[in-house]
């Protein structure tokens, strides 16, 4: 939906310029079960879901 938003403004508006952000800790931040349960609104697969829960939680360096 961002890109769509971002689309719509580029091609109806007079644009000087575009930021584009990367929110550090993002996954720290969020709750991690509500966004578990809005997946859960859009991905029928259990095992997906599962994979998805995992990824907050994931050591990376």
Same mark, same amino acid.
């Given at each position: 939906m =961002?890109? #769509?938003a971002v689309h719509t403004v580029i091609t109806n508006q007079h644009v000087n310029w575009v930021l #584009? =952000?990367?929110?550090?800790?993002?996954? #720290?931040?969020v709750d991690h079960e509500w966004l578990l349960r809005m997946g859960a609104h859009r991905i029928a697969d259990p095992r997906i879901l599962q994979l998805i829960g995992l990824w907050p939680r994931a050591d990376v360096l």
């Open positions: =961002a890109l #769509d #584009d =952000a990367d929110i550090p800790s993002f996954f #720290d931040s």
